[in-house]
Every structure is written in C-alpha cells, then in structure tokens.
C-alpha cells in the first residue's frame, strides 16, 4: 500500500479525517521508530484554510534525506494533488504545497534511476491513468511530459484510477501499474 512506508527500523502509515462529517480533512500518520513496537500520531497537513481538504495520501523516500507525502485535494480547490516533506524521518512535516498535478489519488515511487513516479487516476475526459516524473525528489514534476496510461475510461468521473506502481527487477526498467477503470 503507497500510504505505508518501512525505512530500516521506521515505519509509517498515513491516514486522513475530520473532525466531523461536515469537516474538510486532513493527513496525518502513525509512525513507529521501532518496528512497530510503539506508535506516535504525527500531523502531516490540512485542512488547507477551511475549504480544502486533504486525503488519501502516498508517502515515499525521495532518495535525497526527505520522505514526500502526495495527497488528494477535495472539494473547494481545484483536485489538483499537494505534497509535503520531511528532512526528519516523519517526525515534522512542511506546508502543503499545490504540485500542478491535475488528478487523484496519487501512487509514488522512486525509480532505480533515482526519478521518482507519479501515477494518478485522471477523471475529466478522456477519463483514464496517467503518470508524471521528477528528477528533483518531487520538488518539481514534469508536467509538460505527461505520460498516458489509459484513456479510454468512461461515465460519470466519479470513480476510477487508485493506481499502484512498481519497478520490475529486470534491466529494462519496465514498470508494472495496476488500478481501475470505470467504462
């Protein structure tokens, strides 16, 4: 699952609510430091001012001392995907920032290549998946180079996507995404 991460003996889980089923949601995790043994409750981000809400989360080693968490916005902004870092181990997590990235719930991972990916359900038309990458830890992605996995979805937008992501083990460096598609 992309909202678990285990780095060594650290382990992290993301996980998103409000206060109420009228509020807009934040991320928050429960993080372990000793393999699970005792748990902490960290706040990651959100709710962003009192119309956008944050969810389902992703949360990845961004290979350069920072874990990235990529999180879903809701209604009140415009769906595209925020982010937030931590340089200590999940511990404290920087504001969300808007990543451009047009699309929802979000998988990421970091490449051999040290690239991380970004896959996402993309909902408006051509309904379908997408994905975009970063050279620079997810400090930036992308965007002008989108990459297309389906486009062939259709119906009412409401529900499709939730891709998961992983590099083969092979040289080719093909990567394997699965998820759903509503047609």
């Not at 993309?122 to 989108?146: I, K, P």
Request: hydrophobic letters at 30%.
């Amino acid at each position: 699952n992309s909202a678990f991460l285990r780095k060594g003996n650290l382990w992290i889980v993301a996980i998103y609510g409000g206060a109420s089923h009228e509020a807009e949601t934040g991320v928050w995790a429960i993080r372990s430091e000793d393999n699970g043994e005792n748990w902490e409750l960290v706040h990651i981000a959100g709710p962003i001012g009192d119309k956008i809400g944050l969810g389902e989360s992703a949360l990845c080693d961004n290979g350069l001392g920072e874990l990235i968490c990529v999180m879903r916005s809701g209604d009140g902004g415009t769906y595209n995907t925020y982010q937030c870092f931590s340089s200590d181990g999940g511990k404290t997590w920087g504001p969300p920032q808007d990543t451009g990235i047009w699309g929802y719930p979000c998988n990421v991972i970091r490449l051999r290549d040290g690239r991380l990916l970004c896959t996402y359900g993309y909902r408006r038309d051509a309904m379908g998946v997408r994905a975009v990458l970063s050279s620079t830890g997810g400090h930036t992605w992308d965007l002008e180079n989108e990459i297309i996995l389906r486009a062939d979805g259709y119906g009412n937008g409401g529900d499709n996507g939730y891709p998961i992501s992983l590099e083969h083990d092979t040289e080719d460096g093909r990567i394997f995404t699965i998820y759903y598609l509503n047609d």
